[in-house]
């Protein structure tokens, strides 16, 4: 199938929902602590990952941040095809300790974040629309492995991941967690390192968007702030208008590394109040 071809969007849409649905289905049956089932993937699948990940890859040299490429590098995925989750996931626990779990959709957020405190990720196995090649506005999994799972194959981007986790883990309001879903979108999905020649991105939705590589760098972009976000709000169906860059990965996990290890219900609500 050419990828991107004029296909019907109707027709394209409903052949990929019913693949989607039936790769998604490993997921509802899984057993954790059982291995990853594995995934017949299609010559059109295998062909949408190489399209892709060769078109990030691209964008990756010049836009990605130095610290997120040399983590890709460690993970060593590769562009011949859609990798098997159970193969990353042994490559990520060798490298950092971090495992992953197959997820049939969206996973909520306390639950996703909640798991990231004990070294899980979930992860969807299928892939994004062929019509959409440069964006996915769910995740799927071009956008776990090559964005989130890169990552955390470094030790330093996977403990921020866990620091995350646990700060979810810590409190209990609704409006808590909700704002550390704020923090969380805003770096580990968003995030960008200032670099001599500009904002370079680290986030896992940026780095696993070809459209979005291309066009980051006309948002608003204001310095690292983690009550600043009290004010700013996201749609992640859109390429973002606002993100936060942080001066280094060291000014990062001083910033919002200490915010997730720090925090708990009563210092979030207090933020939350002051900066209304
Ligand atoms: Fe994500």
Redesign the pocket.
């Known amino acids: 199938m050419e990828i991107g071809s004029g296909a019907p969007e109707l027709a394209a849409s409903s052949a990929y929902r019913q693949r989607r649905d039936e790769i998604a289905a490993n997921a509802a049956t899984y057993v954790p602590g059982e291995p990853i089932p594995e995934v017949e993937y299609t010559d059109a699948e295998h062909a949408l990952w190489r399209l892709v990940s060769e078109r990030l890859a691209d964008r990756h040299r010049h836009l990605a941040a130095p610290e997120f490429n040399e983590a890709a590098e460690r993970l060593g995925l590769g562009s011949d095809g859609v990798p098997q989750l159970h193969e990353v996931s042994d490559r990520l626990d060798q490298l950092t300790g971090f495992r992953l779990r197959p997820a049939s959709g969206v996973v909520p957020f306390a639950l996703f974040c909640g798991s990231l405190a004990d070294g899980y990720f979930h992860s969807t196995q299928y892939l994004r629309d062929s019509v959409t090649p440069f964006y996915s506005t769910e995740?799927d999994i071009l956008?776990?492995v090559i964005?989130?799972g890169s990552a955390l194959a470094d030790d330093r981007f996977a403990n921020l991941y866990r620091l995350a986790g646990e700060a979810v883990r810590r409190v209990e309001s609704e409006d808590a967690v909700q704002f550390i879903a704020k923090t969380f979108w805003f770096t580990?999905?968003c995030g960008l390192l200032d670099s001599a020649d500009g904002p370079r991105a680290y986030g896992?939705?940026i780095v696993s968007s070809y459209g979005e590589l291309e066009h980051f760098r006309s948002a608003e972009i204001r310095p690292l702030d983690i009550a600043d976000m009290t004010h700013v709000d996201y749609d992640i169906t859109q390429y973002q208008t606002t993100l936060y860059s942080a001066r280094s990965l060291t000014h990062l996990e001083d910033v919002a590394g200490e915010f997730w290890a720090s925090c708990d219900g009563t210092s979030i609500e207090k933020l939350l109040v002051v900066d209304i």
Do not use: C, I, N, R
Request: proline share 11%.
């Open positions: 995740p956008h776990e964005g989130h580990l999905e896992a939705s």
